[in-house]
Structure formats: C-alpha cells, structure tokens
C-alpha cells in the first residue's frame, strides 16, 4: 500500500519505519527540511534519534504533492497543527483514503476531540474514513522496534481493522476499538496527569505519591470521559490506564518531564521560559479544566495543575491542598 506519513517528527518517523518494515510504500511529508534530507539520505533523524538508523526504504518530502496519490494518510502532527495540515491535504487529495490520526490531545481553541476537527477539516466529497491509532507507546522504544500495543478506534470498522491489518507485525500490535469518545479522552487526559506524576517526582515524592495521582488520575478521566459520552470501560483498556501508566511513569514522556522540571523549581515559570517541545498536556489541561467547570465535573488534579500552569501557584501548595481536601469515600465515577 502507497502510505504518507504526515509529519517529520519523532512519532512520524518511528512509525514509518513500522510500515516500512511491513514492506508499505512510504514517504514522509514534512516542513522541516533538515529532517527531510536526514531521512533521505542518510537514513536518520539525528534530532529525535541521535545515533539509529532508520529503515532505507523511506522516503522523504516537503512536496505535498509527491504523496498526493497515497491510499492512507497518517497525520503525525501535534495537535495544535492538525487542522491546517488537514486543510492543506484537501488541495492535493482527490480519491478516497484513510485518515489515521496518531495525536493526542484536544483543539485549542475550539476544545474539539481530534477526530472530529479532522472529518470537519477533510473535504467529505470522498467519504474518507477516519481511524485514531493510539495508546501507550514512546517514538523512542518503537524505533528500536521494542514490543508495542496501541489501539486502533473508529467507527468505520472496516477502516480499523485495515489499520490493524497494515501497522501490525512481531514488535507492533494493534487491537480494534469503537469507542472514539473514550478512547481521544483517556489519550488526551493522561498527558495532564503525567505532568503532575512530573511536579510530584520534582519535588521529592515517590512511588506512594505517584501511584495515588495515577489512580485518582484515573478516576478523574473516567468520571470526565462518561460525562461526555464515553464508556467507563474504555478506560481500562490501552488507551486508558494504559497510556497514562506509560506516560506518568518515563523519562521519554515530555509531559511527565515538564512536570519534572516544575516540580524541582517549585515553579512553572523556568518551564515557560525554557521549554522548545510540543507538550500536549499543557492545552489538555485549560481545555479539560473550561470543559469541567462548564460541565460541573469535579477534577481536582486537573485544578491544581491548571493553576500551577496559569495562575502562577506554588507547586508544593497545590500538592498540600489536594492531601488536605475534605476526607470521603473513594469513587472512580
């Protein structure tokens, strides 16, 4: 199958080299053209993957047109870029194919889930068919080809289980599921939990700590995702627990390092001066924290790190209050 990967970055290309090594036929689109031409002619991107190399079969490009006849696009884009990257492929896109949408998190502004900015943003002429392939998986680990299990989620069944079919191999598995509504929240509401796993490891906490933020984490994303449709069940699966185990417990997780970097100052302020990265917990963070006051939906973690993030409190008091908050029984919705 002719597949473009849409996105230079460090998921786009651990994930072409998935396919790739499935034996696709894979180009990767990006703009950055220092990546492109690593990627082309020396087999690397030394600014993700310092040190490995990457299948000789990929192609690279920052010609949109050079993958315009693909019969699957994958958007490997953080989720700010979704959008206009969507918009820019209705200029070259004049068949059908499968979208397969691989980010994380909320629109920024208009707080949609990703798969549905981009069946409003893909021309609908063609009927494409919108899958989102997540769960718990580091671009670091699936480059090395180390043992990975994502889920791939629509409500085309059939789209799924094509890409269940194409990205599956010995290092790769990928399960099917239906529940779109569950499956973007609990993917996107890790990412904000894991930067408080983050704060909590900055300022000297443990194993006890971590483990108590992951499981009323989870609590909040469950509670969150029901009130707008998902199935509690969902967040058991991959694309629940398991993405937010992954992603508040690695070093590789941007969001788990921000935290991290917040945690030790104390503050979020050197986090705001100094990062250069896409931290998708950052937007999830004001987009779920609006979304539940709107919706009366108690999160209490998402609270504190909203505040520690945009209102300038102390991260160690924003950890005191939540220990200090009024004594009751435990409950997951």
């Not at 890409?163 to 973007?184: P, T, W």
């Not at 705001?272 to 937007?283: P, R």
């Not at 209102?311 to 009751?328: C, G, H, I, T, Y």
Request: with cysteine; net charge negative; glycine share 8%.
């Amino acid at each position: 199958m002719k597949i473009a990967v849409l996105g230079s970055g460090s998921w786009g290309t651990a994930l072409a080299q998935v396919l790739s090594d499935n034996r696709h036929d894979v180009t990767i689109w990006g703009n950055n053209l220092d990546q492109i031409v690593d990627i082309s002619l020396y087999h690397s991107n030394e600014q993700f993957f310092p040190g490995v190399k990457v299948n000789a079969d990929i192609k690279a490009t920052q010609d949109l047109n050079d993958v315009a006849a693909c019969e699957m696009f994958i958007l490997a884009v953080p989720s700010i870029a979704i959008e206009e990257v969507c918009l820019r492929l209705n200029s070259v896109l004049d068949h059908p194919a499968i979208i397969v949408s691989v980010a994380k998190g909320f629109h920024p502004v208009t707080k949609e889930r990703l798969s549905e900015v981009v069946k409003r943003s893909i021309y609908p002429l063609y009927n494409q068919s919108i899958v989102c392939l997540i769960g718990p998986s580091h671009a670091e680990e699936v480059v090395l080809r180390l043992l990975t299990s994502v889920n791939a989620v629509s409500d085309n069944e059939d789209a799924a289980s094509c890409v269940q079919s194409v990205f599956s191999n010995a290092y790769f598995r990928v399960y099917r599921g239906s529940d779109l509504i569950g499956s973007e929240i609990g993917v996107a509401i890790k990412n904000i939990i894991a930067i408080g796993a983050g704060i909590l490891t900055g300022l000297g906490q443990g194993d006890n700590a971590r483990a108590a933020l992951i499981t009323r984490g989870l609590a909040e994303m469950t509670r969150f995702g029901v009130a707008h449709g998902a199935q509690a069940m969902t967040f058991l699966g991959l694309t629940g627990v398991g993405d937010l185990v992954v992603t508040a417990t690695s070093e590789h997780s941007r969001n788990f390092n921000a935290g991290l970097l917040i945690g030790q100052c104390d503050d979020a302020k050197p986090f705001w001066d100094k990062n250069e990265f896409t931290v998708e917990g950052v937007f999830a963070t004001k987009v779920v924290h609006e979304l539940a006051i709107a919706s009366s939906i108690s999160m209490p973690i998402t609270a504190a790190i909203y505040a520690v993030l945009y209102q300038n409190s102390k991260p160690s008091m924003m950890v005191e209050s939540l220990m200090q908050r009024e004594l009751k029984d435990e409950k997951i919705v």
